[in-house]
């Protein structure tokens, strides 16, 4: 049996970047015919929104585009790298983040930006996944090259934790546009698995999901 290729959308809070950019690849997936070969998840570098549903203008436009809108928040941990394939960071920030937090250079590696695959951005892209950009220099993965790189910053899906309604169509056309670049290199990988399937893992993929927390007072964006 062939090992589902796993990807996670990793934002601040997972109520407003991660879920929508869960939805929209989702949605691409079964429209490939993909769905059945690909696992989709999203979370938060950090859990202050963790069990609560996606802000609820996050909701109001996934639905007025025809996007499912079902979520619960949830923080992502460095023990999920091992079953993931794929961890796609919304902003430069929680590049940096995610990177630092990857036990092995392998599992950095894994890390790229969701704008990095939108058509036209190819070099920034090319920064990213150069082998300096991914040296973890310690067991913490430090990283001094990515924040000396303003190059990235540019390919950034912004947060609209503080905006309008506005901000966050905005941010759904940035999603959209990156992801069918996204799913092209998706396509390939699943191909690829087609003819050399992976070892299936030791451990269920739910036992890495993160527990429920009770919802904490202070609040951060996504």
Known sequence: ???PF???FVCTGNICRSPMAESVFRAHLAEDGLGGLVEVDSAGTGGWHEGE???PRTVTVLRTYGYESTHTARQFHASWFGHLDLVIALDSGHLRALRRMAPTRQDAAKVHLLRSYATGTADASDI???PDAIDVV?????????????AMDELDVPDPYYGDLTDFEACL???ESASEGLLTAVRTEVAARAVTPARVPEHDRDHHRAPALERPQGKEGA
């Open 6 to 8: 796993r990807i996670c």
């Open 173 to 175: 056309e940035m999603v």
């Open 138 to 150: 310690d067991s913490l993965g430090s990283l001094d090259f990515l924040d000396s790189v303003d």
């Open 128 to 130: 990213t996944d150069r």
């Open 53 to 55: 549903g996606a802000d």
């Open 1 to 3: 049996m062939t090992t």
